[in-house]
């Protein structure tokens, strides 16, 4: 609204001009355009304002055989003397805020790295790389999470998402972290891996005053816990989130669950929970990717959702993890034109036969 005040105040000038109520001195009202300008509209929006206030004034002036007046001259000089102070105003606060923004971001960066490590390069029979990519539309830091860890029971991984985003969300990720990072070790039960990340969630809502009333009516948790044992397996038990791609022979399949359960934090919603991990086959030269839904909710400026099995399938399984997530990203920052609207993290693990040193078949795989 603030934005289109310039505008409309321009546009009074005009009327009052080219109508029997020109008699009425406009001059200042004209030089209030750029000024305010100045404040709401940025450098590109001055200079459009400026030029607008411009023709009106040479329009006006045309229109009312006032030129040769000193009047019309002290009008074009004030203009132009406005016009560019306040260009030269609002190119120094832009630039002030561009710099307070990346310092900001820096330190969500930052912070974001404390809770989040990359994941392993190498663990049992997997090659991995992880990715978190922030979202352009602010500096806040997000609630993606991920981890994966080695164990007796074989490599256990897992992402999530916590509505919302700020401190609450990261204090949020680190409480389901840390219930993973020590649950996977000692729950030979995968479901029950997934049932101390939630009762861990319920204990730190349940401190007076840690969350805000919003979170405490409307929070929640997606996630995906994924167990690769030495068998040619993938087990998943999902809480609301999106299932992960499985790139076998070339084609992108979704692990979709046989029964959609709950997110964390609305168990009350579903009488019956899992009871039992889920399993597929998970061969080697086949990659698995987990994601959170930043990646399939980014739009094009076209308002189209990324393709990601379609983006897995063009990329293959030639790329190492590292270089497969890359490539990922690129696809991604082209799709978007490099304004995620919302935060990215994804795991990909590649199997391989865990007897030899390197992936096996991957290159013939697709």
């Not at 959702?305 to 490539?327: K, Y």
């Not at 795991?347 to 040193?357: K, P, Q, V, W, Y």
């Amino acid at each position: 609204m603030l934005q289109s005040v310039p505008y409309l105040i321009a546009l009074a000038v005009l009327v009052i001009e080219l109508t029997p109520a020109h008699f009425i001195y406009t001059g200042p009202f004209l030089t209030a355009v750029p000024a305010l300008a100045a404040v709401t509209l940025g450098p590109r929006g001055t200079t459009a304002a400026a030029a607008l206030a411009l023709a009106i004034s040479v329009t006006t002036a045309t229109y009312n055989g006032a030129w040769g007046t000193l009047q019309v001259y002290s009008n074009f000089l004030a203009l132009a003397l406005v016009s560019v102070a306040g260009f030269i105003t609002s190119r120094a606060m832009q630039e002030r805020r561009q710099r307070e923004l990346d310092q900001i971001r820096r330190i969500a960066v930052a912070a974001q790295e404390v809770v989040l490590r990359p994941v392993p390069a190498r663990m049992g029979p997997l090659l991995a790389g992880s990715l978190c990519l922030a979202a352009g539309t602010g500096a806040r830091v997000g609630g993606d999470l991920y981890e994966a860890v080695q164990t007796r029971y074989g490599v256990r991984m897992i992402v999530g998402d916590v509505r919302g985003k700020g401190l609450s969300a990261v204090r949020a990720v680190a409480v389901a972290l840390g219930a993973f990072r020590e649950a996977v070790h000692y729950e030979d039960d995968l479901v029950e891996v997934m049932n101390r990340c939630a009762a861990a969630l319920r204990r730190e809502v349940a401190v007076p005053g840690a969350y805000g009333q919003e979170v405490l009516l409307e929070g929640f948790t997606t996630a995906l816990i994924a167990q690769v044992p030495a068998d040619p397996v993938v087990q998943l038990v999902n809480r609301g989130h999106p299932p992960p791609l499985l790139l076998h022979q070339g084609r992108a399949t979704p692990l979709m669950p046989s029964l959609p359960s709950p997110p964390l934090g609305l168990e009350d919603l579903i009488s019956d929970l899992p009871e039992k991990p889920e399993s597929y086959a998970f061969h080697p030269g086949d990659r698995l990717l987990l994601y959170t839904d930043g990646v399939i909710e980014a739009r094009n400026p076209d308002n189209e959702f990324f393709a990601l099995p379609e983006a897995m399938e063009g990329i293959g399984v030639g790329p190492s993890p590292p270089e497969f997530l890359e490539q990922l990203r690129q696809a991604l920052i082209r799709h978007t034109g490099g304004d995620l609207a919302d935060d990215v993290a994804m795991i990909l693990a590649d199997r391989f036969d865990g007897t030899a040193g390197s992936p096996s078949g991957g290159a013939d795989v697709g």
